[in-house]
């Protein structure tokens, strides 16, 4: 199985430094991360020695830390399951969801998620990685999402999530247009009373801005842009909903039409990260599904 290690070439500037220093400052390493790896045999190395993190480095040793776990710690049981992957790295890998597919485990559903469709990758593949998402889409919703395969990935990747780091850009197809051809909501979002499940919008809520920029009008419906600033649950679907033009096929917050779709009309169409290691950008896009797209007469696709 491949482990995932970060090293560092210890330049004469750092020379001398606690290798907790090091880690921490030089790496961006938190203390939980470090608290996971520090007891394995390989964990923490100075020139392939382990060390405790108090030993002071020098020019030109090579500090390396274990970043992916031996033994996968989340409890997501592999799976064999359609994975629509657009990108992998050995720290991140960005996937197509397709609608239908919960992102993560839960109740009624141990073996049929993203997740375990992961697990089952990394099995198949030699990887040893262990699920750590980042952020979620709703189980009816499609396109990109991206999960982290270690600990210290998706830390630094959460803490991009809402900011101008982590861009992520929506389509849907709406019963009816926005007020304006592009704005922004701006109405905190709370549980409806009464409602495990169901979202309102109301002035004990938590804040949530969702920004819209209409694309095109379908006749009875429109194609709408939107980025997310906040990211409630159930956002995009209640803040439409609220302006009046409910996402097409939303059976909760708006008007359920199977015949049309069989879901709620929303893809996650673009994503733009930082790489929590490399610090490069990244940008990915996915295209509309099949049946959203037919809700699209032909002349109007571009």
């Known amino acids: 199985m491949s482990a995932r290690y970060l090293t560092l070439k210890i330049a004469p500037e750092l020379a001398g430094q606690e290798v907790n220093t090091l880690l921490r400052r030089t790496l961006g390493l938190s203390g939980s991360v470090l608290r996971r790896v520090k007891w394995l045999e390989d964990g923490i190395t100075l020139d392939g020695v382990r060390v405790n993190v108090r030993v002071r480095g020098s020019e030109g040793q090579t500090l390396a830390v274990r970043l992916t776990d031996p033994t996968p710690t989340s409890g997501v049981v592999p799976a064999e399951g359609p994975l629509d992957i657009v990108y992998e790295d050995p720290d991140l890998v960005v996937v197509n969801k397709a609608p239908g597919v919960l992102v993560h485990p839960g109740h009624g559903h141990f073996d049929d998620t993203l997740g375990n469709f992961l697990m089952y990758h990394y099995k198949m593949t030699g990887d040893e990685s262990d699920f750590h998402p980042v952020h979620r889409l709703d189980r009816g919703t499609s396109g990109l999402v991206v999960v982290a395969k270690h600990a210290h990935a998706q830390e630094k990747l959460k803490n991009q999530l809402h900011t101008g780091d982590f861009r992520r850009v929506y389509l849907a197809v709406c019963d009816g247009a926005p007020p304006q051809p592009g704005g922004t ?91 929590p290691i490399t610090g490069d950008r990244l940008a990915f896009s996915a295209p509309l599904p099949t049946d959203m797209a037919a809700l699209i007469p032909e002349e109007n696709i571009s």
């Open 185 to 275: 909501v701006d109405a905190p979002i709370g549980r409806l009373d009464g409602s495990l499940t169901a979202r309102e919008v109301r002035p004990d809520g938590r804040p949530a801005r969702t920004h819209y920029k209409l694309l095109q009008t379908l006749g009875p419906r429109a194609l709408v842009e939107l980025e997310l600033e906040t990211g409630r649950t159930h956002q995009i679907r209640v803040h439409m909903a609220h302006i009046g033009c409910p996402l097409t096929g939303d059976f909760l917050y708006g008007r359920e039409n199977r015949a049309l779709i069989a879901r709620p009309a929303l893809h996650s169409a673009r994503l733009e990260l930082t790489h």
